[in-house]
């Protein structure tokens, strides 16, 4: 794929999605400003309300890097997903993140900090978060507000998504950005 | 489950701390983390109260019920069990489009609606066994369908990212792929379990 393609493309979309949230209002009648403040207000107390819970994980998460765990982790699993073309390093925010949506933006930072954000394992890791959710959580949420208790085969299908998800990130990042 | 995992990653930490000696990097570490998760939502707060602004609009203005009606066909395709103009088939249609949207405080509420609708449209409401719609429903909320993943881009420009969108299509297309083996694989175990599930 083109690249410089890629990048236009990419430059529209913010814009373009600003633009076209705003005109649709302006059409139906909302009162724009009014209501982009009351939302901006949601946004910002659901980012205050996330502060405790990634304090406590980035927290987490750091110490394991600085102890020289992940690093050892890595090591260890290095065989095992280097035959798969999966990069140890994003393995650990994979197991993370059907469970935590905190712990795994933790992992991220800390691949991001560590690797950059456009190098490839930063991108296989921001496939991975894209493109799947906290399993655990929805299944959990979802179920328990009508009483079920067995779930039958939400949980394998749900992690057969997951799993394909980080596959399919590997795969996608080399499509796009070919290792030159 | 969390209460678990995080004292097991900090012990984890400590233990591994102490056999390679890295002691110092360690208390370093818990003031760093700290600092950086406040720089973090900091940095990122302002990208997240302009989003769910927009996104206020958007709603407002029924884009969330107008796509939801836009999408139907092919929804109601998924859950054959509802016809068109139940309350679950809109209930499930206007979730699934608020996680399109990435509005996810709304698709939340949205998805315990439809939950308690597909519920009560059972022969027995008071089952406490899931049935193959509400599988196929937790399902699709288990996998990221949001087309524009606007945290995840502000964090990629954070850690000075070039271009934090170009991944876009590489996401959309993990994301459908997932989606369709979790589709496949609850299509191929629905079956195979017990056979009242089968009806609503």
């Given at each position: 794929?083109?690249?410089?393609?890629?990048?236009?493309?990419?430059a529209?979309?913010i814009p373009?999605?600003?633009i076209?949230?705003?005109?649709?209002?302006l059409?139906?009648?909302?009162p724009?400003?009014d209501?982009?403040?009351s939302?901006?207000?949601?946004g910002?107390?659901?980012?205050v309300?996330?502060?405790?819970?990634?304090?406590?994980l980035?927290?987490?998460?750091?110490m394991?890097?600085?102890?020289?765990a992940?690093?050892?982790?890595?090591?260890?699993?290095?065989?095992?997903?280097n035959?798969?073309g999966?990069?140890?390093?994003?393995m650990?925010m994979?197991?993370?993140?059907?469970?935590?949506?905190?712990?795994?933006?933790?992992?991220?930072?800390q691949?991001?900090g560590?690797?950059?954000?456009?190098?490839?394992i930063g991108r296989?890791?921001s496939?991975?978060?894209?493109s799947?959710e906290t399993?655990?959580?929805?299944?959990?949420?979802?179920f328990a507000?009508?009483g079920?208790?067995?779930?039958r085969?939400a949980i394998?299908?749900?992690?057969?998504?997951?799993?394909?998800?980080?596959?399919?990130s590997?795969?996608?990042?080399?499509?796009?950005?070919?290792?030159s | 489950?969390?209460?678990?995992i995080?004292?097991?990653?900090?012990i984890?930490s400590?233990?591994?701390?102490?056999v390679?000696?890295?002691m110092?990097?360690?208390s370093?570490?818990?003031?760093?983390g700290?600092?950086?998760?406040?720089?973090?939502?900091?940095a990122?707060?302002?990208m997240?109260?302009?989003?769910t602004?927009l996104?206020k609009?958007?709603?407002?203005g029924?884009?969330?019920?107008?796509?939801?009606?836009?999408?139907s066909?092919i929804?109601?395709?998924l859950?054959?069990?509802?016809?068109?103009?139940?309350?679950?088939?809109k209930?499930?249609?206007?979730?699934?489009?608020?996680?399109?949207?990435?509005?996810?405080?709304?698709?939340?509420p949205?998805?315990i609606?439809a939950?308690?609708e597909?519920?009560?449209?059972?022969?027995?409401?008071?089952s406490?066994?899931a049935?193959?719609?509400?599988?196929?429903?937790?399902?699709?909320?288990t996998?990221?369908?949001?087309?524009?993943p606007?945290?995840?881009?502000?964090?990629?420009?954070?850690?000075?990212?070039?271009?934090p969108?170009?991944?876009?299509?590489?996401?959309?297309?993990?994301?459908?792929?997932?989606?369709?083996?979790?589709?496949i694989?609850?299509k191929?175990?629905?079956?195979?379990?017990?056979?009242e599930?089968?009806?609503i």
């Open positions: 794929m083109n690249l410089s393609a890629l990048n236009t493309f990419s529209y979309v373009v999605a600003v076209s949230i705003v005109v649709f209002g059409i139906r009648r909302v724009v400003f209501t982009f403040l939302g901006a207000k949601e910002f107390s659901s980012a309300s996330i502060l405790p819970s990634l304090v406590g980035i927290v987490a998460v750091s394991l890097n600085a102890s020289g992940l690093e050892l982790l890595s090591h260890f699993l290095a065989p095992v997903t035959a798969l999966f990069p140890a390093e994003v650990p994979a197991i993370l993140r059907p469970i935590s949506g905190s712990g795994s933006t933790a992992m991220l930072t691949i991001f560590s690797h950059g954000p456009d190098s490839f296989v890791a496939v991975i978060m894209g799947t399993t655990f959580y929805a299944i959990a949420v979802y507000a009508v079920i208790k067995k779930t085969h394998p299908a749900a992690l057969a998504a997951d799993f394909t998800g980080y596959v399919m590997v795969l996608t990042v080399n499509l796009f950005f070919p290792p | 489950m969390m209460n678990f995080w004292a097991f990653l900090l984890v400590f233990i591994c701390a102490i390679t000696g890295r110092p990097q360690l370093q570490a818990v003031m760093d700290a600092e950086n998760a406040v720089s973090l939502v900091i990122t707060m302002g997240m109260c302009v989003w602004g996104m609009i958007a709603e407002q029924g884009l969330t019920a107008l796509l939801a009606k836009l999408f066909p929804f109601r395709r859950f054959p069990d509802y016809d068109k103009d139940s309350p679950a088939a209930a499930i249609c206007m979730n699934l489009t608020a996680n399109l949207l990435g509005l996810g405080n709304a698709a939340t949205l998805g609606a939950m308690k597909m519920q009560a449209a059972r022969l027995d409401p008071s406490h066994t049935n193959n719609s509400m599988v196929m429903f937790v399902v699709m909320n996998a990221s369908i949001q087309l524009i606007t945290f995840m881009a502000t964090l990629r420009a954070q850690y000075g990212s070039k271009a969108f170009d991944l876009l299509p590489a996401i959309w297309i993990a994301s459908i792929v997932s989606l369709l083996v979790g589709f694989i609850a191929l175990l629905q079956g195979r379990t017990h056979k599930c089968r009806s």
